[in-house]
């Protein structure tokens, strides 16, 4: 299944829809909305975006205190052109107020474009044919392209626009929507050489400039003008008697990632790009993708809904991630307005090793970006009290915190250990010391001293007081787990790194060292933390404590909170939730996927078993995660119900805000839930290892991954297949037991291995 299809039109999913069929390339993303608009009286987020192009916003407190942020940085909605309208006989063209048939839209995964198309009857009985198609090319990070096919015998008039004057989506009653509408203002429109359309507007605090340049190609003669040149909204009209097809060369270009005035870089892209078809663009774009599938497609065998979700999964990833080095991937990608185009956390844990595994050079620039903004974080940490070492931001787009509830966000440490990680698992799937020396070295080091900085000895034990982990429904507490046992990751192998450096690369060691004035003495009070950390832990439940007083709270009543109640972030206050046993996202659980060989087995099942009582899943982030750890567990019936809230829940809208752009994280999350989960894939410090099993539901699945200069592909269905495509041998463990990669390993499927199953799909 290659493709998202949808064939009923339904005025309530339409702002769903939009999100569901976003195109994009990870620079420029631009919403599914209708080219001919809704009516007046329909919801529809009409929006273009721009990765990393952003403004500043006043921070606003009732109560500021020493340190809040000052300022908060949103994504604006840019320019739309989007829009065109046709008319029939002088009878504008409506799916709303007209008789239509046959309607159907499509987004192609394996070919990068979208498609909607359906009959239109005209209130004197006239019959057309209308098709849209458009794509946001990959080769081209600027260019957005429409092409419009109108068969029908009669008088067509096609008015296609560029409008100036957009606002963001506002939502006073959501805290993950913003709230600042207006962030860009138009500044000026032109005509060159008589077909060029340009449009440019201004942020309003940042004046970072944007452009907007289109042209248009007609398949025939028509008469031709453009309307409305040096005001806010533009528009060509082109008219003619019989069918016509035009296709609409937009190209957006902005001054933050650009030294060229925008005016001139749009020009010399629609100037250069013009020139090729429609179908020629889709071919390079077919030509990008084919190769992006040969290496991250996961195949699911004997199921197609699932293998939609999955495909739909990857194909979004792909379409949000910034590939420049500059830019992350937001938490609604480029679908959306959701949490105002910030980059969390859920890049490094969720997403970066869906990269890792199949397109390293994607995984390289997510981690490039965050060595980029070491400066913000050095600042920030100084603003915090610490006087070494780094504090990377909870929401951020240029490296600067914008949180301004800090309980839930700056006070989540966490963070620092989550990038470190990020680093390290890089380089144990790849091998790259290189990498390290360039860009990983400096930020494990400086994520390192910070534990210094906040983390005290009492008794002998190292410990960590008043953070908050990735459970958001419990905050500012001593030894959240996660975050202990990720800070002994991160302050263990910056040791490592140290002595690894210091014997294959002392140079580089050294030009760090001058760098950020790094001292022995630091290495030696890393290495006395790790060994000495405090990871607490109840004797008589066998488990680790999410924190040190997580367990003497009161349970929440679950079955006195109706479902009209959840999320509970939006009903009850955050003392009421702080004071009781109920998490909102896996947190120690989380902690066990992460570093399994930190907690002893029986541990992580009786983790599961507890925590997963007090979990409502409120946000994406949980579900998949608890369905690996299901798997892990040897809760193979569970651990599918959990695959498929993950995998259906922005196509099912089970959050209820997809509307406000995709849940990446959770997109991220489906993909791992099959190659970690089901397939039990874990990278360890000497090799790799796999545990797979096989939904009942399915046939069986593969998937390829990249290790250490070679190429696997696993299939898992009544046996376990690995075949070395590419590189030397290697050595890796199925099941715990260890082997030898040559050419091809064929294993017996062990254990459970079809009883995961769930009664829908």
């Known amino acids: 299944m290659w493709k998202l299809t949808s064939s009923f039109l339904d005025p309530d999913v339409l702002p769903v829809e939009e999100s569901l069929h976003t195109l994009a390339n990870g620079y420029l993303g631009i919403r599914g909305c209708f080219e001919e608009g809704y009516p007046h009286q329909y919801t529809s987020i009409r929006g273009t975006y721009i990765n990393g192009f952003y403004d500043l916003v006043e921070a606003k407190y009732s109560e500021k205190q020493f340190g809040f942020p000052e300022v908060q940085e949103k994504m604006p909605n840019l320019m739309d052109a989007q829009t065109i309208e046709i008319y029939l006989d002088g009878e504008r063209v409506s799916l709303f107020n007209g008789s239509y ?36 090319s990959f080769q081209v990070r600027e260019l957005f392209l429409i092409e419009v096919e109108i068969k029908y015998e009669g008088q067509i008039l096609v008015k296609s626009y560029v409008k100036g004057e957009m606002s963001n989506y506002t939502d006073d009653f959501d805290p993950r929507v913003g709230e600042y509408a207006k962030l860009l203002d138009w500044k000026s429109s032109s005509l060159i050489d008589n077909v060029y359309m340009v449009m440019t507007a201004r942020t309003r605090n940042t004046d970072f400039e944007v452009g907007c340049v289109v ?70 774009q077919r030509i990008y993708l084919k190769d992006f599938w040969h ?5 699911i065998y004997g199921n197609e809904l699932i293998q939609q979700g999955v495909r739909f999964s990857l194909f979004q990833l792909l379409q949000s991630v910034g590939k420049d080095g500059l830019t992350n991937i937001a938490a609604k990608g480029l679908t959306g307005e959701g949490y105002e185009g910030h980059y969390f956390w859920d890049t490094e844990i969720y997403i970066l090793p869906v990269f890792q595994l199949s397109q390293p050079k994607i995984a390289e620039k997510l981690l490039i970006y965050r060595h980029s903004t070491l ?8 603003v915090l009290g610490h006087k070494r ?26 963070i620092n250990g989550d990038i470190a990680y990020g680093f390290i698992q890089h380089y144990l799937q790849h091998g790259d010391l290189e990498f390290i020396c360039r860009y990983g070295a400096e930020v494990i080091f400086e994520t390192a001293r910070l534990w210094l900085e906040i983390g005290h000895f009492y008794e002998g034990k190292f410990m960590i007081h008043n953070v908050t982990g990735p459970d958001e429904y419990t905050c500012i507490v001593n030894n959240n787990y996660y975050t202990n046992v990720i800070a002994r990751y991160n302050l263990e192998w910056a040791v490592k790194f140290y002595r690894l450096l210091k014997q294959k690369n002392p140079q580089a060691l050294d030009e760090i060292i001058l760098k950020i004035q790094l ?122 119900d959990y695959f498929l809230e993950t995998v259906r829940l922005d196509l099912d809208n089970t959050h209820g ?16 839930s099959v190659v970690f989960g089901f397939a039990g894939y874990r990278i360890k410090n000497e090799s790799i290892t796999l545990s797979p099993w096989c939904p009942k539901t399915w046939n069986g699945y593969e998937f390829m991954l990249q290790y250490r200069g070679r190429q696997l592909q696993v299939k898992v269905s009544d046996s376990v297949k690995i075949e070395l495509l590419e590189g030397e041998k290697l050595q890796l463990k199925v099941y715990g037991q260890q082997y030898e990669l040559d050419k091809v390993l064929r294993i017996p499927l062990e254990g459970l291995k079809r009883d995961g199953q769930s009664s829908n799909i």
């Open 215 to 284: 042209y248009h190609r007609c398949s025939k003669e028509a008469l031709m003008g453009i309307e409305g040149v040096h005001e806010p909204k533009m528009v060509a009209i082109y008219s003619t008697k019989g069918s016509i097809a035009l296709t609409k060369y937009c190209a957006y270009s902005d001054g933050r990632h650009n030294q060229e005035p925008v005016m001139y870089r749009g020009l010399d892209i629609i100037k250069e790009h013009s020139a090729m078809c429609f179908d020629e663009h889709l071919e390079m």
């Open 375 to 382: 400066e913000h974080a050095r600042k920030e940490a100084r």
């Open 657 to 672: 805000n997809t509307k406000d752009g995709l849940h990446v994280a959770n997109l991220g999350g489906t993909a791992l």
């Open 101 to 136: 048939g046959n309607y159907i839209r499509t987004l192609y995964f394996d070919k990068g474009y979208s498609e909607r198309s359906f009959e239109y009857q005209t209130q004197k009985g006239e019959n057309a044919f209308i098709r849209f198609r458009r794509m946001v």
């Open 389 to 414: 070492g780094v504090k990377y931001p909870w929401r951020t787009i240029t490296g600067r915190e914008c949180s301004t509830f800090f309980p839930a966000g700056t006070a989540q440490y966490h």
């Open 295 to 299: 290496h991250s497609d996961i195949k």
């Open 519 to 640: 001292v022995e003495s630091e290495i030696d009070e890393m290495v006395k933390a790790y060994q000495n950390m405090y990871l607490p832990y109840d004797e008589v439940l066998k488990i680790y404590k999410q924190d040190d007083a997580f367990l003497e709270k009161a349970q929440w009543d679950f079955e006195g909170t109706p479902e009209s109640k959840y999320p509970l972030l939006l009903h009850y206050h955050p003392l009421t939730i702080y004071r009781y046993q109920v998490i909102k996202q896996a947190d120690t659980v989380l902690a066990h996927f992460l570093l399994e060989d930190f907690t002893e087995e029986v541990s992580i099942k009786n983790a599961f078993d507890y925590y997963e009582k007090v979990t409502t899943h409120d946000s994406s982030l949980s579900s998949c995660i608890y369905g690996i750890m299901a798997s892990r567990c040897g809760y193979y019936e569970k651990a599918y």
